[in-house]
């Protein structure tokens, strides 16, 4: 299986708005699809959804985008971009980790770790960062561990522990992995949080029939995830995926807007969706 992985982002009625600001940011990014209720775009090579939902969910903290920029004034430019009308929430500086490092909100509630490369001539790269913290605090490395065995092609290139003589010795102070090619970082946060993951941002699984579809489904709801609709589920560290074949697309977006409906309702009733029963209410007279 070689199913695209990629983030959804839950907006009310802005999700255009920071796409745009978002791609205007970074070269070689750009608007791919805009339906008016959902925006697929791709920034530093990452494909992103952002959803219109409404006010049901927030974006939080526990899911941010970990950015590397090319040199310094490149990382002073987007970091000052995002911080208009947003918060800081760990001022830009150099910590012993990166020469020039922040953390902000931006003004439509997502949060970025914005720093600049390791070694000059690295490429640029935008990361999925998820922080367990509260009760999922020091899952991280189980996760890991979950979330490789469902994804075939997956691989752990970094893991480091906090060191042994820290109160949170044993747990994960940053990690980088890979499921299907698509780079995660996964970090333990230990101290007061009051946030922890939710539907504000999900990730997507592109399927490509209903068997891939049944895997997935079955794979991350087990050992305590929870079936929810219309697609979307939590697996059991409480992160949400959306299993999506994509036969979904093909008939809710059919030109012939009668059957598409007939789609939609049919998807509006299901948890995982069932391609057969879809194509049923679209075909039917």
Same mark, same amino acid.
């Given at each position: 299986m070689s199913n695209k992985i990629y983030l959804c982002l839950w907006f009310d009625g802005k999700g255009k708005e920071a796409a745009e600001l978002y791609c205007s940011l970074f070269k070689n990014s750009k608007i791919i699809n805009d339906t008016g209720m959902v925006v697929i775009f791709e920034l530093l090579g990452k494909k992103i959804m952002t959803l219109n939902g409404g006010p049901m969910f927030k974006i939080n903290p526990s899911i941010s985008?970990?950015?590397? %920029?090319?040199?310094?004034?490149e990382t002073n430019r987007i970091w000052d971009r995002l911080r208009d009308g947003g918060?800081?929430?760990?001022?830009?500086?150099?910590?012993?980790?990166?020469?020039r490092y922040g953390c902000l909100q931006d003004?439509?509630?997502?949060?970025?770790?914005?720093s600049v490369v390791s070694k000059p001539g690295d490429p640029p790269s935008l990361t999925p960062s998820m922080l367990f913290t509260g009760n999922q605090f020091g899952? @991280? @490395?189980?996760?890991?561990?979950?979330?490789?065995?469902?994804?075939?092609?997956?691989?752990?290139?970094?893991?480091?522990?906090?060191?042994?003589?820290?109160a949170n010795a044993g747990n994960v102070m940053f990690s980088e992995?890979?499921?299907?090619?698509?780079?995660?970082?996964a970090m333990d946060g230990p101290g007061e949080h009051s946030d922890t993951f939710s539907e504000g941002v999900s990730f997507v699984v592109d399927c490509a029939d209903q068997q891939e579809v049944d895997y997935y489904?079955?794979?991350?709801?087990?050992?305590?995830?929870?079936?929810?609709? %219309? @697609?979307?589920?939590?697996?059991?560290?409480?992160?949400?995926w959306q299993i999506v074949p994509a036969k979904l697309g093909e008939l809710i977006g059919s030109p012939d807007r009668e059957k598409a409906d007939r789609a939609i309702q049919a998807m509006l009733k299901m948890k995982k969706i069932i391609i057969a029963d879809l194509q049923k209410a679209y075909d039917r007279n």
């Open positions: 985008f970990s950015v590397l %920029c090319e040199n310094i004034d918060s800081v929430l760990m001022p830009i500086n150099k910590y012993f980790w990166s020469e003004k439509y509630g997502m949060n970025w770790q914005i899952k @991280a @490395a189980e996760a890991i561990k979950f979330y490789s065995s469902i994804f075939k092609n997956a691989e752990t290139m970094v893991m480091y522990p906090y060191p042994e003589n820290d992995f890979k499921l299907n090619g698509y780079n995660l970082i489904w079955e794979k991350l709801t087990g050992d305590g995830g929870q079936e929810s609709m %219309c @697609a979307w589920l939590k697996d059991r560290f409480g992160v949400s």
